[in-house]
Structures are given as structure tokens and as C-alpha cells.
Nanobody, 121 residues
Framework: QVQLVESGGGLVQAGGSLRLSCAAS????????MGWYRQAPGKQRELVAA???????NHVDSVKGRFTISRDNAKNTVYLQMNSLKPEDTAVYYC???????????????WGQGTQVTVSS
């Protein structure tokens, strides 16, 4: 079994910063792509940023220049550094990982439990 555990959310004023972490644990052979999604009240979940196992990253236009995704493959952990936060960034943030397991041998999508980020104006 595989688990993704997130941390780092909270309440911050506009212009502030937060760093989210998501650590994967369990019967992991390897992890392919990892990403961060967010879901605001009344809205659909949207992709914020994604990163490949080789470190190639992409960010949605609304966060470019403010958010940075990174990962530590040795720790099976993905991070999201969020700077210059805006009230519209308020949402529950979820991490996602494509995990390769060996028993059985397959690639599966896993999600974290979500962490609340609230930006006050």
C-alpha cells in the first residue's frame, strides 16, 4: 500500500509565502510524475504544477513566477514553494503521484488527503 502525506498549509496574508510538502511511503519501486492540484469552494480541481522524475517542471499560467515545484527523489517527496500569495490562491491543495509498485507490478495514481491554504487580503 502507498500513502501520500501532505504538510505545510495554513493561513497567510496576501503577499506572504508557504511551502507545501508531500511525502510518499509504502511499497514503492519508483515514482514517475508528481504534481500539485487545488480545489477552491464551488470550483473544479485544477492542476497547479507538475514535475517529471527527471525534474522537468511545468506550472499553470496563473502561478508562474510565484510558485515553484520541486522534488527529492531520494525522499519520495514533492514540494510546492508558494510566494506572493493572493486571496485567489485560497483552496485545498492536493498532491498526486504516479507510483510504480512491484507487488503487483503496475503504475497507479495516488492522492494526498489535501491541505488547506487560506490567503487573507
Amino acid at each position: 500500500q502507498v500513502q501520500l502525506v501532505e504538510s505545510g498549509g495554513g493561513l497567510v496574508q496576501a503577499g506572504g509565502s508557504l511551502r507545501l510538502s508531500c511525502a510518499a511511503s509504502g511499497s514503492i519501486f519508483g515514482i514517475k510524475d508528481m504534481g500539485w492540484y487545488r480545489q477552491a469552494p464551488g470550483k473544479q480541481r485544477e492542476l497547479v504544477a507538475a514535475i517529471t522524475s527527471g525534474g522537468s517542471a511545468n506550472h499553470v499560467d496563473s502561478v508562474k513566477g510565484r510558485f515553484t515545484i520541486s522534488r527529492d527523489n531520494a525522499k519520495n517527496t514533492v514540494y510546492l514553494q508558494m510566494n506572493s500569495l493572493k486571496p485567489e490562491d485560497t483552496a485545498v491543495y492536493y498532491c498526486n503521484a504516479e507510483v510504480v509498485t512491484t507487488r503487483p507490478l503496475r503504475v497507479s495514481d495516488y492522492w494526498g488527503q489535501g491541505t488547506q491554504v487560506t490567503v487573507s487580503s
